[in-house]
């Protein structure tokens, strides 16, 4: 097999490391989860799923290191892992087998390498209805001797109402605190005051290791030691960084920069049914904690993702993604625009977005490229008197009704007598929204989804198939007729100066392998991910993608193509997309290119696609050599999976 770096192989670069892919997942439906009702399921729980195997491992490339590993595991690339992992996924549970052993089939998570062929604890088709509590902006809270008793009244209140409301995730979507790590004591007031609060989440960590209900509390523009500036953020990792969670069953791990972090709830706790995964993302993420939001999705293929993020959403119905504080011409923050664009839309598993920042309420559904439906929610009231007089969002899953439904409730809140509006009576605030939660889950363990993007692990090893390039014929002494430019960061699409063609193609899709496309499959949907940057990158009139009728390579130019690809010659006279009127600013978009996957999975010689200019406006998109791994082209191909 050609284009693929498997496990076991060398690094690309050539140092003395290996490429490596190690996806433990949690085995959470070969034992109910702990709860503080029946605490002896603690040392149950933990006999089957031994705490090396709670945090899913980072994948990567690069030179080994001694890690000085524990004992129990063994060190493999960067990371410990168990040993003796090799196995078999259970075909009742599915899911991802250990390291050396295979994927089982069928629906919910699967059991870990080593211990499959143990049935789930829960029907997966079972219609299980359980609701999350949305802790909007708590700074004004926490820098108030006197409104901290709101927050404090929050969590108290989702803990002595856990059974009785089914709440089994709290989600605090960022400004924990006012003033970061400013003044002479670094703010410490306003941390110990959030800390407290968040500790009833807890209760008695040495009696129920797991506290009471799992959490997430992602950092805001004011979390960061000097507020709005993302340089550092000392006093939230102190406070809540990782190592708050350590040992945690559901706390799945965080991002290199430790300031995103996931987490894993069940729609049933007490029996480990309905598993969703959580990702809880700073402030205007980063490429790099993007990159690693993916590769966990991919982890995990049969479960729906809820993300939590700070600044997303405008006010209103419908309402606004952000696209404020892009960085758009090198790798960076990425804006709620871009994160929809990168991380949201293909990866058909995220079907719910919290956030918080702005003051007020608002609500967006959007449908994807792949054609699945995203529910967006703004949740803030920290302007409201007393800091935000207690409210919170209670977002109930309601599988039962193929419904989710939003409520505000204050437990400080008193009608009549509080000063400020009662938003539990506003539709602003209370509403519901159709989604069938059963039917999202069943797509996603009736289809097979495959990323292919270069130098990332899309689920099945690294991919390394993809070449792209563009061509000129140099009138205008840019890209002279000859030149290579099969290493260039961006490629260049135009009509005018030197005519540029852009070339672009995934390698190595179709055959019997992990990761492959089977020859013949019948392709539901397949999109075309591009992220355009760079100076003067955007385009009125953009490009249309015609696929490829002969082959070429990165070294193919201009005058090697004899005078460039000419049409109907050397490709499809017909496109299969048009990119007028979607690359107007910088940013990402997804292109529907299931046309062309068809055609190859039929048995027509997959050649890739080049770019026609539609006019004279330039246009360059990242090529598969630009640095940021995320920004890369991406190739994102869903089939139905065949009994």
């Known amino acids: 097999m050609t284009g693929r770096v498997a496990r076991g192989e060398p690094s690309p670069s050539g140092g003395a490391g290996w490429c490596y892919s190690t996806r433990w997942v949690v085995a959470a439906q070969l034992a109910p989860r702990p709860t503080r009702r029946d605490p002896d399921m603690v040392a149950r729980y933990a006999s089957v799923v031994p705490a090396s195997l709670m945090l899913v491992a980072l994948s990567g490339c690069g030179d080994a290191t001694d890690l000085s590993c524990g004992p129990g595991t063994v060190q493999q690339g960067d990371h410990c892992v168990p040993s003796g992992s090799s196995g078999t996924g259970g075909n009742g549970g599915g899911g991802v087998g250990g390291e050396g052993g295979t994927a089982g089939a069928g629906g919910g998570i699967g059991g870990v390498g080593g211990m499959g062929g143990q049935e789930p604890a829960c029907n997966p088709a079972e219609a299980v209805d359980f609701k999350l509590a949305l802790l909007p902006d708590t700074q004004h809270y926490s820098d108030s001797a006197t409104d901290i008793a709101h927050f404090e009244a929050q969590t108290q209140w989702i803990v002595a109402n856990m059974a009785g409301e089914s709440l089994v995730f709290v989600t605090l979507v960022g400004d924990i605190v006012h003033n970061g790590a400013q003044g002479s004591n670094l703010n410490q007031d306003q941390w110990l005051r959030a800390d407290g609060a968040m500790a009833f989440l807890d209760g008695d960590l040495n009696s129920f290791p797991d506290g009471l209900i799992p959490y997430a509390a992602v950092p805001g523009n004011h979390d960061y030691d000097v507020t709005w500036d993302k340089t550092t953020a000392n006093q939230y990792l102190t406070y809540f960084g990782p190592h708050r969670y350590a040992g945690r069953s559901w706390f799945l791990g965080a991002a290199p920069d430790q300031r ?6 069940f729609g049933d706790p007490d029996s480990g049914c309905q598993p969703y995964l959580h990702l809880g993302l700073e402030w205007l993420p980063t490429d790099e904690a993007l990159q690693w939001a993916q590769n966990l999705i991919v982890s ?60 007020g309420d608002g609500r967006l559904t ?30 109930e899953l309601r599988a039962s009704t193929a419904e989710v439904e939003l409520s505000t409730f204050s437990p400080t809140y008193v009608s009549g007598t509080t000063a400020g509006p009662d938003r539990a009576t506003t539709s602003e605030s209370n509403y519901a929204v159709a989604f069938d939660l059963l039917a999202h889950r069943q797509w996603l363990q009736t289809h097979q989804v495959v990323h292919f993007r270069q130098g990332q692990d899309g689920g099945h090893g690294f991919y390394w198939g993809a070449e792209d390039t563009h061509v ?23 009509g005018d100066d030197d005519n540029e063609q852009g070339l672009l193609r995934f390698a190595d899709l179709f055959g019997d392998d992990a990761g492959q496309i089977p020859q013949g499959t019948t392709i539901v949907k397949a999109v075309l991910t591009l992220t355009t940057e760079g100076t003067a990158a955007h385009s ?18 201009y005058d090697s193509l004899t005078g460039g690809v000419q049409l109907p010659a050397e490709a ?15 940013g990402t978009d997804s292109f529907d290119v299931t046309a062309s996957l068809q055609a190859w999975s039929d048995g027509e010689p997959n050649d890739g696609w080049v770019f026609i200019a539609n006019d004279t406006d330039r246009w360059e998109f990242r090529s598969s050599d630009w640095g940021a791994v995320v920004e890369r082209p991406l190739l994102t191909v869903v089939y139905e999976l065949l009994d």
Do not use: C
């Open 572 to 586: 499809q006279a017909g496109h299969d997309a048009d990119s007028a009127g979607a690359v107007e600013s910088k």
């Open 472 to 494: 000129g014929d140099g009138d205008a002494g840019t890209t002279p007729p000859a030149m290579v430019h099969g290493t260039a960061d961006n490629i260049r699409v135009d």
């Open 260 to 265: 995103s972090m996931a987490q894993l709830l």
């Open 540 to 557: 009125d009139n953009g490009a249309r993608l015609h696929r490829m009728t002969t082959g070429w390579d990165e070294y193919s130019t």
């Open 300 to 359: 995990y293929p049969d479960l729906p993702v809820i993300v939590s993020t700070h600044q997303y959403l405008g006010v209103g119905d419908p309402a606004a993604r952000s696209t404020s504080d892009d960085a758009v011409d090198s790798a960076g923050d990425n804006s709620a625009e871009s994160l929809y664009r990168k991380l949201v839309e293909p990866f058909p598993q995220v079907f719910l977005v919290l956030s918080g920042h702005i003051f």
């Open 366 to 395: 959007s449908t994807t490229a792949l054609d699945q439906p995203v529910h967006q929610v703004l949740a803030d009231y920290q302007s409201d008197p007393n800091g935000g007089n207690g409210w919170m969002q209670l977002v």
